[in-house]
């Protein structure tokens, strides 16, 4: 396994995710989500814990990177395809899961964390790979 594209693929995932999220989540979506709460009303924080988003942002990026390092992903549109695969799984997954469980969550602010991950994964995707393609050597 190539360790610095990995490690290179991860951090740059990582920062992505975070900026990304930052961008989508809270300033675009913001007031759409605390307008489609379940019925456990609006239970944001007033201030995320910023260490635990750092991490969890960073766990996301090597996850991917991992991913791609395994399959051999190294171009845009390989990294926009897979990205919006794995983001459209994993959030159907998780938000199929927690709405089953919990009343945080409703069927329209579900739709649109499944559609806002698989789009931000798409696009975390795309740089992530064109980053870690970098340096190739042409044939």
Known sequence: ??????????????????????????????????NH????????????????LAIGNLAMGFMLAYVFVKSSVSSMVGGFITGAVLGLLISV?????????????????MAADVAAATVMTAVVGAITAMVMGMGKKAA
Do not use: Q
Not at 93 to 109: E, F, H, P, R, V
């Open 93 to 109: 997954g998780y938000d199929c899961m927690i709405y089953a469980t919990t009343t945080t969550l409703s069927k329209t602010a």
């Open 37 to 52: 709460t379940g019925a456990a009303g609006n239970i944001m924080k007033t201030e995320p814990d910023f260490l635990y």
């Open 1 to 34: 396994m190539d360790l610095k594209k990995l490690f290179m693929g991860g951090i740059v995932a990582g920062i992505l995710y975070f900026l990304l999220g930052w961008l989508i989540y809270g300033m675009l979506l913001t007031n759409f989500m605390n």
